[in-house]
């Protein structure tokens, strides 16, 4: 026991300081004697340390992401009501100790979102719709500095039914356009690397993302595209399939590295490894699925291929042509970025690696890590505009040289 420096009077007739638990539960049977009740604030507070700390939203183009951060896991369950549109979660065993007024942020379909307490366990949250969605709902355990969260998609209806039948635009026999897939990496819940002053790899990717499709739309006969063109969260699924979707010739992701040092600088362009590629029959898969399958294996529409001997060769001959191609590219890279003032190479040739979003078969992947938002120096440097259209500058000049060697165009 701590001694105390008080000295106590013997006549003092003050009773002793409970502890913190016994006065709580003393103070809740006083109050309840007495019939008073407790704000729901405090009794959810003390009986269920589950709580609610933070939710958030973020506005993609075909649906809407919204997170709630949880100290702890929670069961939750999710239905719809119609006239009017209505999502509802209810989270058992939590409190709310969210800001209402942080709640409602600005969404083409969520336009109210509202709270309440239908039974003594439970925190509804009520989404109030102006069109009808999909929803899917999933839950993250805790991981390094994030939260345990519950994770809600909702996808707009229009998107939903049109997605199984979307065709692989094709480009027109008269057109000698080139087209180039820009992937941001990261985006909305999913911040990526942070600097020491806050510099979120989503960010400094993205913007160095549009400079970079600005640079290559202002030449003739090249074609970018964004993969997400704002702050929310692509699939990395989702990521490759709009390169798909725009018959790219090319696609290059942005990201910006990490590390447990300060002192790791540079820039590196990775393209996928050997080992990390698909296997031919998965592949092949992947590919014979979907609609339009043609034109995606050297104009072979891989459904008539009937020996899955035959098909397994055409596929291994993609991949390896679209992987020696990644390499060249990803040199054209190195080389121009090489000449960025103030710019270090990490590496000083193209590494491989099992990169996800690099698995295209078909399209040439390059992953290109711009600078260490870990080393303070390249952090400052990768917040500065000017720096960034540089980096976009000798990104761009890389591709026009690799498709211009390549007679893509």
Known sequence: MIPSNRVQDKNDRTPPLLPPRREFLKFFACVSAAGLILPPSITQAS????????????????????????????????????????????????????????????????????????????????????SEIRPRSFVLKATGDKNHRLVLDLFRKEFVETENV???????????EAVIVIDPGHGGEDPGAIGFNGTMEKDVAFQVAKRMAQQINQTP?????????????VSLRRRV???????????????????????????SVYTLSESGKPTPDRA?????????????????????????????????????????????????????????SSLNLHFNEVKQAGFAVLKAPDIP?????????????????????????????????????????????
């Open 47 to 130: 009986l269920r340390p589950n709580r609610i700390t933070d939710l958030r939203v973020w506005t993609a183009p075909d649906h809407t992401r919204v997170v709630f951060d949880l100290s702890q896991m929670a069961k939750h369950n999710l239905f719809r009501l119609s006239n009017p549109e209505r999502l509802v979660v209810d989270l058992l065993d939590v409190s709310l100790d969210v800001d209402p007024a942080r709640m409602n942020q600005s969404d083409p379909v969520v336009t109210r979102i509202r709270t309440g307490t239908p039974s003594p366990n439970v925190v509804r949250t009520v989404f109030e719709l102006n």
């Open 284 to 340: 092949i898969n992947n590919l014979v699925q979907r609609e339009n399958s043609a034109d995606m294996i050297g104009g072979v529409d891989l459904n008539l291929v009937s020996d899955p001997e035959v098909r397994g060769i055409l596929m291994d001959l993609s991949q390896r042509d679209s992987l020696n191609r990644a390499l060249v590219y990803g040199k054209n890279l190195l080389q121009e970025m090489a000449n960025v």
């Open 221 to 233: 006969g090249f074609r970018a595209f964004l993969t997400r063109t704002g702050d929310y969260y």
């Open 166 to 176: 979307a065709e692989v635009p094709k480009k027109p026999n008269n057109s000698r």
């Open 365 to 409: 992947s390059v992953l290109v890590e711009l600078a260490f938002l870990s080393n303070r120096k390249e952090e400052g440097l990768l917040r500065q505009q000017g720096y960034q259209e540089s980096l976009a500058r000798a990104l761009a000049l890389g591709t026009r040289k690799f498709v211009q060697s390549s007679r893509l165009v």
């Open 241 to 267: 399939a709009i390169a798909r979707q725009h018959s790219a010739d090319l696609f290059v992701s942005l990201h910006a590295d990490a590390f447990r040092t300060a002192d790791a600088r540079g820039a």
